[in-house]
Antibody, heavy 125, light 106 residues
Framework: EVQLVESGGGLVQPGGSLRLSCAAS????????MSWVRQAPGKGLEWVAN????????YYVDSVKGRFTISRDNAKNSLYLQMNSLRAEDTAVYYCARAVEMATMESYYYYMDVWGKGTTVTVSS | SYELTQPLSVSVALGQTARITCGGN??????VHWYQQKPGQAPVLVIYRDSNRPSGIPERFSGSNSGNTATLTISRAQAGDEADYYCQVWDSSIVVFGGGTKLTVL
């Protein structure tokens, strides 16, 4: 069974740090782009970061650039999100997601076909 | 940056057809994907690349994309289809989500 399981969420003070993990199973982890997506309480989905199969390309939403770092360990089938200098507005459920990515002559597409259940991050004093 | 516009809410009578739109500049030139999210649950992909259904998604779910509007159509709406629906595209190396539409089945 294809599965993603996030961990590492919790309560942290503003300015603090947290490292999220995502354990993948049931598929060849090293063959897929991976993403983090978050959802603040009562709000919509917000993409946070992407990482290529070999970790050579990473992209971030502007609001987390310089504070968050996405990484992966293909030997451990794991995805990570290091979050530093946390702010109240980073409070959200963080989802790990497997991505399908393809470039053709005509177009490019990227979508998330498998999602974890999420881990909750609360930034508050 | 690229923006996707969705109606905040859509209502549909039980058994009727619901249409949820996703507006964007020349969105017809992009690949649009749709996710369903029920309360307290993770999102689920229901349509990818404009009109393709993943395995396990009922044929009642379909999609189209042309011009400046992509549309998710849910035929013969059921109570279990009540959820938030999000469209998504890729633009300039980032993932863009629409603001989401709450579907109510009356």
């Amino acid at each position: 069974e294809v599965q993603l399981v996030e961990s590492g969420g919790g309560l942290v003070q503003p300015g603090g740090s947290l490292r999220l993990s995502c354990a993948a199973s049931g598929f060849t982890f090293s063959s897929y782009w991976m993403s983090w997506v978050r959802q603040a309480p009562g709000k919509g989905l917000e993409w946070v970061a992407n990482i290529k199969q070999d970790g050579s390309e990473k992209y971030y939403v502007d609001s987390v650039k310089g504070r968050f770092t996405i990484s992966r360990d293909n030997a451990k089938n794991s995805l990570y999100l290091q979050m530093n200098s946390l702010r109240a507005e980073d409070t959200a459920v963080y989802y790990c997601a497997r991505a399908v990515e393809m470039a053709t002559m005509e177009s490019y597409y990227y979508y998330m076909d498998v999602w974890g259940k999420g881990t909750t991050v609360t930034v508050s004093s | 940056s690229y923006e996707l516009t969705q109606p905040l809410s859509v209502s549909v009578a039980l058994g009727q057809t619901a249409r949820i739109t996703c507006g964007g500049n020349n969105i017809g030139s992009k690949n649009v994907h749709w996710y369903q999210q029920k309360p307290g649950q993770a999102p689920v992909l229901v349509i990818y690349r404009d009109s393709n259904r993943p395995s396990g998604i009922p044929e009642r779910f379909s999609g189209s994309n042309s011009g400046n509007t992509a549309t998710l159509t849910i035929s013969r709406a059921q109570a279990g289809d009540e959820a938030d629906y999000y469209c998504q595209v890729w633009d300039s190396s980032i993932v863009v989500f629409g603001g989401g539409t709450k579907l109510t089945v009356l």
